[in-house]
């Protein structure tokens, strides 16, 4: 009877613990996903920011090109 105790009681222990790893677990995807959010985000403005300054490159060169030298 004592070892069926015993065996409970580890059971029970290790239950919890997995339990709160499984929380961890939880908590550290849930993070992960927001920082991947927010990268996908930068990405995003950095391709827009870099759209934006091949379109400032090109309207610069067809100005310096109106100059005779």
Wanted: aromatic share 2%; charged share 20%.
């Amino acid at each position: 009877m004592s070892n069926i105790m015993m065996l409970n009681e580890q059971i029970s222990s290790a239950t919890e613990e997995q339990s709160i790893v499984t929380k961890d677990i939880n908590t550290n995807t849930q993070t992960i996903n927001h920082v991947a959010e927010e990268v996908a985000t930068g990405a995003n403005k950095t391709a827009r920011s870099s759209e934006e300054l091949s379109n400032l490159i090109a309207q610069m060169k067809s100005v310096v090109n109106k100059f005779d030298i």
